[in-house]
T-cell receptor, first 111, second 116 residues
Framework: KNQVEQSPQSLIILEGKNCTLQCNYTVSPFSNLRWYKQDTGRGPVSLTI?????NTKSNGRYTATLDADTKQSSLHITASQLSDSASYICVVSAYAGKSTFGDGTTLTVKP | DVKVTQSSRYLVKRTGEKVFLECVQD?????MFWYRQDPGLGLRLIYF???????EKGDIPEGYSVSREKKERFSLILESASTNQTSMYLC???????????????FGPGTRLTVL
């Protein structure tokens, strides 16, 4: 069964600090992995998308990494801002198959 | 910019009512999806459509039906709303590239439905 597990479930950090969110998956055959940011009461917005051959992708202060051998991905947020407070969702897709969503990590950035 | 709009942000209905949730996308995407999102359960796929008048069941289709009469519009229908269908409903759309229906999905703002 395809599964995506994210950790931690929630995280609180101080403004300006860095943090790393984790995503482990068992989806096969792997097609791509996406990270989404979802603000409270809003729909998810895509941050990055990585295919099998890509092991890092950046979007401003967000950097995603992918290790296809260990089936792990991480999302690193640099110099956090209050506006980074949101839920971050990892989504893994199989070829010609559906996407499997993680439960998300809720990040709270405090001043 | 891709735009996915949903007909209502908040909706309150009574048990047994028929409920229509509308979703419109303006980027000529082939695929459209309906999800529900509940605390601790993440996003769960209800139905998706890969072409006009085509639909496939997702992981939790029971109690729902869908309609796609035009490419840009995908409707979710609750034939007889129940309290356990109180949830956030999210619509999404995506391209099909090279036959792979797994491209980035663009989400609407969501409809928070409360069934009393």
């Amino acid at each position: 069964k395809n599964q995506v597990e994210q950790s931690p479930q929630s995280l609180i950090i101080l403004e300006g600090k860095n943090c790393t969110l984790q995503c482990n998956y068992t989806v096969s055959p792997f097609s791509n992995l996406r990270w989404y940011k979802q603000d409270t009461g809003r729909g998810p917005v895509s941050l990055t998308i990585m295919t099998f051959s890509e092991n890092t992708k950046s979007n401003g202060r967000y950097t995603a990494t992918l290790d296809a051998d260990t089936k792990q991905s991480s999302l690193h947020i640099t110099a956090s801002q209050l506006s980074d407070s949101a839920s971050y969702i990892c989504v893994v897709s199989a070829y010609a198959g559906k996407s499997t969503f993680g439960d998300g990590t809720t990040l709270t950035v405090k001043p | 910019d891709v735009k996915v709009t949903q007909s209502s942000r908040y909706l309150v209905k009574r048990t047994g009512e028929k409920v229509f949730l509308e979703c419109v996308q303006d980027m000529d995407h082939e695929n459209m999806f309906w999800y529900r999102q509940d605390p601790g359960l993440g996003l769960r796929l209800i139905y998706f459509s890969y072409d006009v008048k085509m639909k496939e069941k997702g992981d939790i289709p029971e109690g729902y039906s869908v309609s796609r009469e035009k490419k840009e519009r995908f409707s979710l229908i609750l034939e007889s709303a129940s309290t356990n269908q109180t949830s956030m409903y999210l619509c999404a759309s995506s391209f099909v590239r090279g036959g792979r229906a797994t491209d980035t999905q663009y989400f609407g703002p969501g409809t928070r439905l409360t069934v009393l």
